[in-house]
């Protein structure tokens, strides 16, 4: 059999060796859209992350039988001409949720104790001639009686919950789906979770009913002091509403996932004026060392599912 790994740099250091068991392996550290045919075209399996992988490159590769997406979302492949050329598409659920759990309470922290701040107050020597023992200039709040909706109640949004109620804040959620209904959380409309809540997390995917779901005509009807993260998808916060707002209003973001990653060079983002009201991530919530070791693990899983047919 034989494997293509096509874009093994979003891996990391992450021990790949367990293909080596499968059949022959080629390892690519990135493959451009020009590359991509001729690295696959007698491929059996395909691995990738986020390498398109389109109708037309599916029937030139008249050995392909599996496509492995590492990762959750399969929207870089199409599908549709899959299920027809009778190619198997697999991908990887829930290997990253601790992880992404983990990376929200880590940026809003961030924000909330007005961490880059303190820091810089340290190091660069402001601390050192204070008068006085402490530093009381940039106040933060409790989590506790605080009004925390979040938008998205999969299984990441619900641990996220969960912790957050250890904190003593008060959770509610809006279901992107309208589907979506518990007996364990209040359920808000979003018109109501914006004027209401003093922090709202994003843990849902983006399609067409996410897409642009908070704009500048949302945003502005926030409470003042609201902090707003995003671990969804980038495209459900208008990135151009966000540049508008953060030096107009009293909002604080912090983002993981944008509309274009990477990020784009000048970036409206970068030239803001209230830097300290944003803190963005480059797409890592779902990277942690045991996600990852979890991710490799599965697709070899999935791979090994042809072995039995």
């Not at 959380?185 to 399609?207: G, S, V, W, Y």
């Not at 003042?224 to 980038?234: E, F, P, S, T």
């Not at 480059?282 to 070791?293: L, Y």
């Given at each position: 059999?034989?494997?293509?790994?096509?874009?093994?740099?979003?891996?990391?250091?992450?021990?790949?060796?367990?293909?080596?068991?499968?059949?022959?392996?080629?390892?690519?550290?990135?493959?451009?859209?020009?590359?991509?045919?001729?690295?696959?075209?007698?491929?059996?399996?395909?691995?990738?992350?986020?390498?398109?992988?389109?109708?037309?490159?599916?029937?030139?590769?008249?050995?392909?039988?599996?496509?492995?997406?590492?990762?959750?979302?399969?929207?870089?492949?199409?599908?549709?001409?899959?299920?027809?050329?009778?190619?198997?598409?697999?991908?990887?659920?829930?290997?990253?949720?601790?992880?992404?759990?983990?990376?929200?309470?880590?940026?809003?922290?961030?924000?909330?104790?007005?961490?880059?701040?303190?820091?810089?107050?340290?190091?660069?020597?402001?601390?050192?001639?204070?008068?006085?023992?402490?530093?009381?200039?940039?106040?933060?709040?409790?989590?506790?009686?605080?009004?925390?909706?979040?938008?998205?109640?999969?299984?990441?949004?619900?641990?996220?919950?969960?912790?957050?109620?250890t904190f003593g804040a008060n959770i509610s959620y809006y279901s992107t789906s309208g589907v979506n209904r518990t007996q364990d959380f209040q359920r808000q409309n979003l018109d109501e979770m914006l004027k209401t809540c003093d922090i709202i997390t994003i843990h849902a995917p983006l399609n067409e009913k996410t897409d642009n779901l908070l704009d500048y005509e949302q945003l502005l009807t926030c409470k003042d002091g609201v902090i707003i993260l995003n671990l969804g998808r980038g495209g459900i916060i208008n990135e151009d509403a966000i540049v508008r707002i953060i030096d107009e209003k009293?909002?604080?973001?912090?983002?993981?996932?944008?509309?274009?990653?990477?990020?784009?060079?000048?970036?409206?983002?970068?030239?803001?004026?209230?830097?300290?009201?944003?803190?963005?991530?480059?797409?890592?919530?779902?990277?942690?060392?045991?996600?990852?070791?979890?991710?490799?693990?599965?697709?070899?899983?999935?791979?090994?599912?042809?072995?039995?047919?």
């Amino acid at each position: 059999m034989k494997i293509v790994l096509l874009d093994t740099l979003t891996f990391g250091e992450t021990d790949l060796s367990g293909f080596n068991n499968l059949g022959e392996v080629g390892i690519f550290q990135t493959t451009s859209p020009e590359q991509t045919l001729s690295r696959i075209i007698d491929a059996n399996v395909i691995v990738s992350n986020k390498v398109v992988i389109t109708r037309a490159h599916m029937q030139e590769c008249k050995n392909l039988m599996l496509i492995c997406v590492a990762a959750t979302g399969m929207n870089n492949i199409d599908l549709e001409a899959a299920r027809e050329l009778n190619i198997e598409v697999k991908n990887v659920a829930g290997y990253s949720t601790d992880s992404v759990i983990q990376h929200t309470f880590s940026m809003l922290f961030y924000l909330v104790g007005h961490s880059r701040y303190y820091d810089e107050v340290v190091k660069d020597g402001t601390y050192s001639r204070s008068p006085i023992f402490t530093d009381v200039s940039k106040p933060f709040f409790e989590l506790k009686d605080k009004k925390w909706g979040i938008i998205g109640l999969g299984n990441i949004g619900r641990g996220v919950a969960s912790i957050a109620e250890t904190f003593g804040a008060n959770i509610s959620y809006y279901s992107t789906s309208g589907v979506n209904r518990t007996q364990d959380f209040q359920r808000q409309n979003l018109d109501e979770m914006l004027k209401t809540c003093d922090i709202i997390t994003i843990h849902a995917p983006l399609n067409e009913k996410t897409d642009n779901l908070l704009d500048y005509e949302q945003l502005l009807t926030c409470k003042d002091g609201v902090i707003i993260l995003n671990l969804g998808r980038g495209g459900i916060i208008n990135e151009d509403a966000i540049v508008r707002i953060i030096d107009e209003k009293d909002i604080s973001f912090a983002l993981d996932v944008l509309k274009k990653e990477p990020m784009l060079q000048n970036h409206p983002l970068l030239s803001i004026k209230n830097k300290e009201n944003l803190y963005i991530t480059p797409h890592i919530a779902w990277t942690s060392v045991e996600a990852r070791e979890k991710l490799i693990a599965s697709t070899i899983e999935n791979i090994r599912s042809l072995e039995s047919r």
